[in-house]
């Protein structure tokens, strides 16, 4: 094999591939990238971790066409840091790869790429396709709260539906707190996969991989069940993400009715920059700070004897009776640094309810709620 590529065109796609291919992982290969060079001058890199596989396409100059498979951390800190436009590739016969780029010449190790493992098939793919913007919005509002506790697999990713509405569901939760996202989609409901009307289970890790190399320049993304994968397709790239088995908690059960006459509107800026500044005087242990509503008021305060204590007041809109509860200022700036709108909507009912948070402004039909249980005072 023998190719010459651009540089910056490889660093790139290599740079997608940083999140799967890892020099910790126990499978030997998982460490490495896979390049296979064709003689119609397509360049296929692939990198997987069993759970994960990661698939990018480019352009090449292809003067013997082949594959090599390369340490992806080793050649990606290589490739980012040459300064010529272009470089040349080789395998040698030990299947190491040469590389050579102006005056550089240097010598990468390889392995034999027939052990590479193999990437699943998209070749029965049925796609369908999502607004690209929307798709990344769905997983900032959700990732943040997806459960890192092993022990409870199913929380441990989040669950993708499409419902008989039409809409394109992301659901998290950690047991303390609940995101919700969804967004309309383009295509009849009609005749989908059982599996995706009533939920499967997507790993953070996946998610988090699909939000770090999504092309918001394409407009739209394409997905589809295969087997107990789910498969994303935008632009060069192909992600395969292994779903979770297990059952996702029936998330609407915990989602309170809505309470209008309970509502207070908030300013989201300026909660979240009056929240930062009170969270200094919260305790390193609980992170806890009191919120207080009361007619067209919302008092915000912390105390901690090592720290001192301090509160702020911002102008709301709310005209129910005053309520006070508890929380994890952390969960609540999560909220607030991921919506995007100018206002967010706040039911807030004793200091024992779970407390629902509403993005006033979603745009193109989007809509998003979260829910955090409070602390104890």
Known sequence: MKITVETTSLSRELFKLQGIASARSSVQMAQFALLTA???????????????????????????????????????DVVKNL????????????????????????????????????????????????????????????????????????????????????????????????SKAEMPVPFATEGLPVELRTGVIVPRKGLDQLRRTLDVTEGTTAFGLEGTNIIFIYGNTTLTVRLIDGTFPNFEQVIPAPRPDNRASIGRKEFLDRLKFVSLFSSAKTNNVRIHLEEDTCIIAAQDPERGEGEERIQIEYTAGPVKAGFNHKYLTDILSVVDGDRVSMEMTDALSATVFRELDGEDGEESLFIVMPMRI
């Open 83 to 178: 300064r010529t436009e272009t470089l040349t590739l080789t395998r040698e016969e030990n299947h190491w790869a040469l590389l050579e780029a102006g005056t550089v010449r240097a010598r990468l190790v390889g392995a034999e790429p027939s052990g590479y493992p193999k990437i699943p098939s998209t070749v029965n793919l049925e796609p369908l396709k999502v607004r690209t913007t929307s798709l990344q919005r769905l997983i900032d509002r959700t990732l943040f709260s997806v459960s890192q506790d092993e022990a409870r697999p199913n929380l441990t990713g989040a669950l993708l539906r499409i419902s008989d509405a039409g809409r394109m569901q992301l659901v998290s939760t950690d047991g303390h707190r609940l």
């Open 38 to 76: 064709t003689k119609d001058g397509q360049l296929t890199l692939q990198a997987t971790d069993m759970e994960l596989s990661l698939t990018a396409r480019i352009d090449c100059i292809t003067d013997s066409p082949g594959q090599i498979a390369i340490r992806a951390r080793d050649f990606h």
